[in-house]
Every structure is written in C-alpha cells, then in structure tokens.
C-alpha cells in the first residue's frame, strides 16, 4: 500500500534522467514531518558547473542549510538539480545565490542559508555566500566548518 502523502513524487523510486539545464529541474516537496524546529543539512562536494565565458569546468563544496516550515525538499529531486549545473555555465556567485533562491521559492523555509566553497581558478578560490537572514532562536545551528582553501599546504 502507497502512502498517500508521497503520491506526488514523480522521481523518487523512478529512472530519472539529469536535467538538461536548472531551469528544467523539477525541485519535490513533502510535507514537514516534524512539528518541533530543527535544522536540515545536505554537504555537495563534488558540485560541478561551467564558466560561462570559457566553458571551462568549475568545480565547489556546497553546504546548504535550512528551517523548514511546512515543507522539506526531497532529496533525489535535490541531487537532481544540483547536478544539473554540470553543463550549465554561470558565475560562481549567480550558481550559489541561485540555488538559495530557488530552495526558498520552492521551500518557504523559515530560514535557509548556502555555502559555495569554489576552488581556485587562476590561483583564486571564492566563497559565496546567501542567507534568508538571521537563524531563528532556539534551533542549533552549527557552523558549516568548510576551511579556506589552502592549497597543498
């Protein structure tokens, strides 16, 4: 017997090619299971994208948390998106932000925030960085401890 609330689903338990491009990705929503605040994190890091100028590869360690409020996304619809950037050429800022973005829009979150760890191109790592705002009272956030990147040192 299926559950009833999970009928929704289109890709869990499913083939389900790569999108082609963000724009394409189908982000899936479940109810929040939970009634008391917590903190959910999902750790991407092998996020793959492309310059948009060259189309050389970029590559970033995605850290992205959130407080949800009536919804959660579900996670292969999520694995889904994010790899869907790996033929997609944007800046590593409109890849991080976006991606933040689009988890609000969809989610609603009480409050979310993303890490974009970048390694270095031309010898020049970037962070970036977007946040919903302050984290709520009363749910434990920890950091996100990626460490600046130090080369082979």
């Not at 991606?99 to 010898?123: A, D, M, S």
Request: hydrophobic share 35%.
């Amino acid at each position: 017997m299926t559950d009833q609330r999970y009928e929704t689903l289109g890709q869990l338990g499913e083939k389900t090619p790569l999108p082609a491009h963000p724009g394409e990705a189908v982000l899936e929503r479940v109810a929040n299971p939970c009634d008391a605040p917590y903190m959910t994190r999902f750790v991407c890091p092998e996020f793959t994208s492309l310059c948009p100028v060259t189309g050389a590869p970029d590559f970033a360690h995605l850290v992205i948390d959130y407080v949800p409020r009536d919804w959660i996304v579900e996670s292969k619809s999520l694995k889904l998106y994010l790899g869907s950037f790996r033929n997609h050429g944007a800046f590593h800022e409109a890849c991080t932000t976006g991606i933040g973005q689009r988890l609000v829009k969809e989610l609603e979150p009480v409050w979310l925030r993303i890490g974009g760890y970048w390694y270095p191109r031309g010898g020049i790592p970037i962070d970036v960085f977007f946040s919903t705002g302050d984290p709520p009272r009363g749910v434990w956030i920890p950091d996100q401890d990626v460490p600046g990147y130090r080369g082979r040192g």
